[in-house]
């Protein structure tokens, strides 16, 4: 007795084969297809964009105490000690930063500072970028000094652009990579 559904499965199958392989040919239009670049702006794989670091507040939800600095929660607080943060005159934030969770070299750190007015609102920002690996840093960014892992870095994070008169600051450290 034959099998019906045999018989079409295979024909199915043999089929498929025989179309795959013709989709496989070296004919002259496959080969014109192969040598067209993608189009601009068409990737062979879809990346997600690169993050960045979130904008700072437009306002404080309590306003702050002048000259007060506040530590901003994120994903590298709690790998760093920053100790001695002070508002100072010409509007910069000043500290030290130790790293505490590990004592290789830190090869990207960025510290950012929101700066506020008496009232809570934005009025600035400022960072501080260091590098302690490499040759290529930038001239300012490279440091051989005292190393951020063990006894820490001093840092200064002036202001740039203030749309009014600073009265507190907020810190985040969006960027640290190490070794």
């Known amino acids: 007795m034959r099998h019906p559904i045999r018989l079409t499965t295979a024909a199915a199958l043999g089929a498929l084969a025989l179309a795959s392989l013709t989709g496989c040919s070296s004919s002259p239009a496959a080969k014109d297809r192969e040598a067209e670049p993608l189009a601009a702006g068409t990737s062979a794989a879809a990346l997600p964009p690169p993050r960045s670091a979130p904008s700072p507040a437009a306002t404080l939800p309590a306003p702050p105490r002048r000259g007060e600095v506040r530590i901003e929660?994120?994903?590298?607080?709690?790998?760093?000690?920053?100790?001695?943060?002070?508002?100072?005159?010409?509007?910069?934030?000043?500290?030290?930063?130790?790293?505490?969770?590990?004592?290789?070299?830190?090869?990207?750190?960025?510290?950012?500072?929101?700066?506020?007015?008496?009232?809570?609102?934005l009025v600035g920002t400022g960072s501080f970028e260091y590098q302690e690996e490499g040759q290529d840093a930038d001239g300012g960014h490279h440091h051989d000094g005292p190393r951020a892992a063990g006894e820490g870095i001093d840092f200064k994070a002036p202001a740039a652009k203030l749309t009014g008169t600073a009265a507190a600051a907020v810190v985040s450290v969006p960027v640290l990579v190490n070794e």
């Open 73 to 121: 929660e994120g994903p590298f607080t709690d790998r760093v000690r920053l100790t001695g943060l002070s508002l100072t005159g010409e509007s910069a934030v000043s500290g030290h930063l130790a790293i505490t969770s590990d004592v290789s070299d830190v090869l990207a750190l960025e510290l950012r500072a929101a700066y506020y007015d008496a009232e809570g609102r």
